[in-house]
């Protein structure tokens, strides 16, 4: 897993900065005086992430999009999340446009934002869907909860609410899980033969758009759909939406229970769920989800490897 994105960063020399300021850097084109902090930063491995999805988060974090027009964006974003918050002061309910909220979100993705940052996005939702079924599986063995499919292959299938549904899986999920806790009488702790059967080490995509205009990175395009969302949902649905960031705690306390395993709390930056952030900087602290995502589910990764090596060698 390691091994191909620093063989993608030695060899790939048509990634070269020297030719595309969004490609990968190379570690050809090193320069000891001034060195590339993003080659600095794919080199490194003390984050358990995908190489695939590192490959596209450097490119996309070090694009000009992020770099000229996030700074523009923001500040007009977050006074539109305020205007949003005002609005529902006055009619909470009302607007409430979950599909046309996903169909608009749907047509920035698929003719303005980048393939990366539409792959990014794609693969979130598998792999939230992973980690949760991985808590269900070893917390309450042979108990399921009943939640809304969350398998994406296309820029389409987003169309289904699916971000909106994203959310209501995770509050769901906790109340259904804990439920049945209470049910058997039993709490989270640590399992000593963990079932990774959940944890999937590729994400299946079709072909993402990569048209002219596609070119608009993730944190931009994150930044633009929030305030969206707080004014095409109902004030319940965004404060519910944004508060559910913070539960990347709890998930990934779960995950140390049943684990044993707490190093990769370090990792979590969403925190504190019973006292909510401000609503204002939900798209940054969107982008910190989605890494936090990413690193949990990459841990689960080292941890199931590890699993099949130690099964393989007690093999008489």
């Given at each position: 897993m390691r091994g191909s994105l620093r063989g993608c960063i030695v060899c790939n020399s048509k990634n070269s900065t020297?030719?595309?300021?969004?490609?990968?850097?190379?570690?050809?084109?090193?320069?000891?005086?001034?060195p590339d902090p993003w080659l600095a930063l794919l080199m490194d491995r003390s984050?358990?992430?995908?190489?695939?999805?590192?490959?596209?988060?450097?490119?996309?974090?070090?694009?000009?999009?992020?770099?000229?027009?996030?700074?523009i964006v923001r500040p007009f974003a977050r006074m539109w999340i305020i205007i949003a918050q005002l609005v529902h002061i006055v009619s909470p309910r009302w607007p409430h446009a979950p599909?046309?909220?996903?169909?608009?979100?749907?047509?920035?993705?698929?003719?303005?934002?980048?393939?990366?940052?539409?792959?990014?996005?794609?693969?979130h939702f598998?792999?939230?869907?992973?980690i949760?079924?991985?808590?269900?599986?070893?917390?309450?063995?042979?108990?399921?909860?009943?939640?809304?499919?969350?398998?994406?292959r296309t820029i389409?299938?987003?169309?289904?609410?699916?971000?909106?549904?994203?959310?209501?899986?995770?509050?769901?999920?906790?109340i259904a899980l804990n439920a049945e806790l209470d049910r058997r009488g039993t709490v989270i702790g640590r399992v000593e033969t963990l079932?990774?059967?959940?944890?999937?080490d590729d994400v299946v995509l079709d072909p993402l758009p990569a048209g002219r205009f596609n070119v608009v990175d993730l944190q931009t395009a994150i930044e633009c759909y929030t305030p969206a969302y707080a004014m095409l949902l109902t004030d319940r649905d965004f404060w519910r939406a944004t508060n559910s960031l913070q539960l990347d705690e709890t998930i990934g306390l779960y995950a140390a229970r049943l684990t044993g395993e707490e190093k990769h709390l370090a990792m979590i930056n969403n925190g504190h769920p019973l006292i909510p952030h401000s609503t204002l900087r939900a798209g940054f602290r969107l982008v910190l989800h989605g890494l936090s995502t990413e690193l949990l589910h990459g841990f689960l990764r080292e941890l199931k490897a590890r699993a099949?090596?130690?099964h393989k060698d007690d093999r008489p």
């Open positions: 020297m030719s595309d300021p969004d490609a990968l850097p190379a570690l050809a084109d090193w320069d000891r005086s001034d984050l358990p992430i995908a190489p695939e999805a590192k490959a596209a988060l450097v490119r996309d974090q070090r694009s000009r999009s992020r770099q000229f027009l996030l700074p599909r046309f909220l996903h169909n608009s979100i749907a047509f920035g993705m698929k003719n303005f934002l980048t393939p990366d940052a539409n792959r990014l996005i794609l693969r598998h792999l939230g869907a992973q949760l079924r991985f808590i269900a599986d070893n917390a309450t063995p042979g108990f399921r909860p009943q939640l809304e499919p969350m398998h994406p389409d299938d987003v169309r289904a609410n699916v971000f909106l549904n994203h959310d209501l899986n995770i509050y769901n999920f906790l079932d990774f059967s959940a944890i999937e099949d090596t130690e």
